[in-house]
């Protein structure tokens, strides 16, 4: 009984780790889905200027002139870069969703086992 009872808690303690890994993720996809939305904004207010505008960047203390056609591929870098991050984490979650349902199952036969026993010796 008492190495059931290990197990039990050593399968916890893994659905918790699998838990904050989760957390962890949902807050880096949230601040991911926070930057495609700005960045979506400018891209939208770049493809309103006309080629002939003139952008700045901000460099430190210092706004720098740009080209509207290099500060649009800047943006649309970005962007992709953002959206393959956001799949990448996607896909990363729901491993862990599979990973914490495999714990959950588990844990779930530890704990009929843990029963069983428990019944055998109320009988004995």
Do not use: W
């Not at 991911?32 to 203390?61: C, H, W």
């Amino acid at each position: 009984m008492q190495a059931l009872s290990e197990k039990l808690e050593s399968c916890a303690n893994e659905m918790r780790k699998i838990q904050r890994e989760m957390q962890k993720l949902a807050s880096s996809k949230a601040t991911y889905i926070s930057q495609n939305n700005e960045n979506q904004m400018v891209k939208e207010e770049f493809d309103r200027l006309e080629e002939d505008a003139t952008v700045y960047k901000l460099v430190g203390p210092l706004l720098v002139k740009q080209e509207v056609v290099e500060a649009k591929g800047n943006v649309s870098k970005r962007l992709e870069f953002i959206t393959g991050e956001i799949a990448r984490l996607d896909n990363a979650s729901q491993e862990f969703e599979k990973k914490l349902g495999e714990k959950q199952e588990e844990m779930m036969r530890i704990q009929q086992e843990f029963q069983a026993l428990r019944a055998k010796a109320t009988k004995s």
